[in-house]
């Protein structure tokens, strides 16, 4: 088990239960909004969702796709580091390691 060094994006890009995309400005994950209508923008694509960052945020890196647990689905919160585990990202309550039985000797 591994834990990763914690990472400050300018945005994060999460992937909604319907598909879609939405972009969240980081350390407080705001949901980016329309600047003329104040509507919470989504995207059909994480390519069209950092263009459109690109395009409005000039100068500043594109947003990064968010991690999610592989067991339990749920994205990592600023306070949560992922511990990697074969190659999968876990919240350390379900990584395999944590699960898997103390050999007794």
Do not use: V
């Not at 909604?16 to 407080?28: A, F, N, Q, S």
């Not at 989504?42 to 067991?71: D, V, Y």
């Not at 994205?75 to 390691?97: A, C, I, K």
């Amino acid at each position: 088990m591994k834990k990763q060094e914690k990472y400050t994006p300018m945005a994060e890009a999460r992937q909604l239960k319907t598909g879609r995309w939405r972009l969240y400005k980081t350390p407080d994950l705001f949901p980016a909004r329309d600047r003329e209508t104040g509507a919470i923008l989504t995207f059909n694509s994480l390519t069209e969702a950092r263009q459109w960052w690109l395009q409005h945020n000039p100068g500043e890196a594109p947003p990064h796709e968010a991690i999610k647990c592989s067991k339990g689905g749920a994205y990592f919160g600023r306070d949560s580091t992922p511990t990697l585990s074969g190659g999968l990202h876990y919240h350390l309550s379900h990584s395999p390691e944590f699960h898997r039985p103390s050999r007794r000797r």
